[in-house]
């Protein structure tokens, strides 16, 4: 056993954040077919390996420049749900732009998590330039950026990781690949089995793990980000997950992903696997993990109903401020 090992605590609080995201996730989906919020992208089926990554990080100082999908990530750093559901009402309180983004746009500066933003990709060159300006002043942080398989064709990526490599930038490139870039399946994207085989071209690290295992991206997440923090530079880390729903509440996915694809997800879930894993291990009791998504529930029902009744921003917002200064 290394001494990475997670202890039964932290398996626990592993599987209550992995909860934590799939309920608000689910009650996200509800409040969209509701009519309720304008839309949702959702984590469901890639919260293993986001929860393995966020638990390598030293949370609340390391750097976060999630995308869309990442909301176990976000919670994880203590974005509270309320702060997320205020962004899916399109709400004045919302932390990430006071109801003018889209939802799933996350932003929580006490968790040092950076905005999202609609292209995919840009995130890519942020974190870069984040890890580069650490790396200048002598800091010991490193910058986790998460990434779709299907967004590293942007040229945005190939920037960034240019730059990873060249200057040993401290800095975690997560892939979550799902094998979809909305329709677009992955034979159709690259003609590589891995996307860590491009990190060879970067001069950076390349790893491809099993994101729907917990256990085995912790350890290659905290490989990861341990090495960038002790000066070894970037790691290229594709966690190999599923996609377990449309790519969002806007799209059918019926008509691109064949029925029997669709059917064989369920087997695909992390979460009744990780349930079923630590209960064998004697890391959780069937009581506790009761407990665990009962609590969750709980949570999502108060952030729901906090959310919901939370005043919509003024009319004048719609037109500014975008820039920092900017007067409504
Ligand atoms: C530059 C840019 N091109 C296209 C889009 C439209 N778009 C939004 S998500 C997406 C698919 C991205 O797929 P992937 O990177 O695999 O991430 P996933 O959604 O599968 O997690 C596309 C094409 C966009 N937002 N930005
Ligand atoms: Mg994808």
Partial sequence: MSDT?????????????????????????????????????????????????????????????????????????????????????????????????????????????????????????????????????????????????????????????????????????????????????????MAIERVSDRAGGYGVRGVSVDGLDLLASYQAAREAVDLARSGGGTTLLEVRVARLTPHSSDDNDSVYRPAAEKAALKLKDPLPKLRAQLIAMGALSEVAAREIEERALSEVDAAHRQAEAAPYPPEAWALGPVFAGEEA
Wanted: hydrophobic share 40%; charged share 20%.
């Fill in 5 to 189: 090992t997670p202890s039964a605590e932290m398996l626990a609080d592993m599987y209550a954040l992995a909860v934590r995201a799939r309920k608000l996730d689910e009650r996200c989906w509800i409040l969209h077919r509701q009519g309720k919020i304008g839309f949702h992208i959702s984590g469901m089926g890639h919260e293993a390996a986001q929860v393995a990554v966020t638990f390598a990080m030293r949370r609340g100082h390391d750097l976060l420049h999630p995308y869309y999908r990442d909301l176990a990530m976000v919670l994880g750093c203590g974005m509270p749900m309320a702060d997320v559901l205020l962004g899916s009402f399109g709400r004045a309180g919302d932390p990430s732009s006071g109801g003018r983004q889209m939802p799933n746009h996350y932003c929580y500066k006490p968790g040092n998590v950076f905005s999202v933003s609609s292209p995919v990709g840009t995130q890519l060159p942020q974190a870069a330039g984040l890890a580069l300006a650490e790396q200048l002043r002598g800091g010991d942080r490193v910058v986790v950026t998460c990434i779709g398989e299907g967004s590293t064709s942007e040229g945005d990526f190939h920037e960034a990781l240019i730059w990873a490599g060249v200057r040993k930038l401290p800095m975690v490139v997560v892939v979550e690949n799902n094998e979809y870039a909305i329709s677009v399946p992955m034979k159709l994207q």
